[in-house]
């Protein structure tokens, strides 16, 4: 069983926030870098989000280029990648727009979770119960026997916590956007947890970009930072 490429994509502020306190979805970045965040979406099998960012921002999650779409189809890609979200309660409104445009949903829950998800979605999603609690390596390989081999993980911070953690995920491409938020209580990339190696881990930093006025870092989080 091959587990998937876990790629986490996540726009943070100087000083480490992914979005303010306001009631709508904060832009971070610029229309430069989320082109190239299509461009990641278009080469990816799967895209996760947590339910909460769901709630929080109702985001589509779609590939917005047309050539990028008839792209993936003359590869023999479905048009739109798999989407795929994460809850333990399953409180999820059908009425999203994650449900009703692009291809196919997956919801990944608790075996408690997982009655409400399907009380709510009906036949919008297909529901999986992980267990007693929300196994992220158990989910990877459901994927892997779905035939997923990339998979983008687009947050929020539970679900990156969640995947760094356990020590799951294979590449972060981190936009860094030139303002700050200072909000205390605005929410992070991650929050606080226990990672592999503690803080004097340091991980392989691929590659740094100037797309525009925001920086684009690739850290390889599995493979040490070269000496």
């Given at each position: 069983?091959?587990?998937?490429?876990?790629?986490?994509?996540?726009?943070?502020?100087?000083?480490?926030?992914?979005?303010?306190?306001?009631?709508?979805?904060f832009?971070?970045?610029?229309?430069?870098?989320?082109?190239?965040v299509?461009?990641?979406?278009?080469?990816?099998?799967?895209?996760?989000?947590?339910a909460?960012?769901?709630?929080?921002?109702?985001?589509?999650?779609?590939?917005?280029?047309?050539?990028?779409?008839?792209?993936?189809?003359?590869?023999?890609?479905?048009?739109?990648?798999?989407?795929?979200?994460v809850?333990?309660?399953?409180?999820l409104?059908p009425?999203?727009?994650?449900w009703?445009?692009?291809?196919?949903?997956?919801?990944?829950s608790t075996?408690?979770?997982?009655?409400?998800?399907c009380?709510?979605?009906?036949?919008?999603?297909?529901?999986?119960?992980?267990g007693?609690?929300?196994?992220?390596?158990?989910?990877?390989?459901?994927?892997?026997?779905?035939?997923?081999?990339?998979?983008?993980?687009?947050?929020?911070?539970?679900?990156?916590?969640?995947f760094?953690s356990?020590?799951?995920?294979?590449?972060?491409r981190?936009?860094?956007?030139?303002?700050?938020?200072?909000?205390?209580?605005?929410?992070?990339f991650?929050?606080?947890?226990e990672?592999?190696g503690g803080?004097?881990?340091?991980?392989?930093?691929?590659?740094?970009?100037?797309?525009?006025?925001?920086?684009?870092?690739?850290?390889?989080?599995?493979?040490?930072?070269?000496?």
């Amino acid at each position: 069983m091959t587990r998937p490429y876990v790629l986490l994509s996540v726009a943070v502020s100087v000083d480490g926030y992914i979005d303010d306190l306001s009631a709508q979805r904060f832009p971070l970045s610029n229309a430069a870098d989320f082109d190239c965040v299509d461009q990641v979406r278009a080469e990816s099998n799967a895209i996760l989000v947590g339910a909460g960012t769901l709630r929080r921002d109702n985001p589509r999650l779609l590939v917005n280029s047309a050539e990028r779409r008839r792209a993936r189809v003359a590869r023999g890609l479905p048009e739109y990648p798999l989407k795929v979200t994460v809850t333990s309660t399953g409180d999820l409104d059908p009425q999203l727009q994650f449900w009703h445009r692009g291809g196919d949903k997956l919801v990944y829950s608790t075996d408690f979770g997982a009655a409400a998800a399907c009380a709510n979605l009906g036949d919008l999603a297909e529901v999986v119960p992980l267990g007693s609690e929300i196994d992220f390596g158990g989910l990877l390989d459901d994927l892997g026997d779905r035939g997923v081999e990339r998979l983008m993980v687009e947050g929020g911070g539970t679900v990156h916590t969640a995947f760094l953690s356990a020590g799951l995920a294979d590449e972060i491409r981190m936009a860094i956007a030139p303002m700050l938020i200072g909000q205390a209580t605005a929410p992070r990339f991650l929050n606080p947890a226990e990672f592999p190696g503690g803080p004097a881990r340091r991980f392989h930093l691929k590659d740094v970009e100037k797309v525009g006025d925001v920086a684009v870092l690739r850290y390889l989080p599995k493979q040490p930072a070269e000496s």
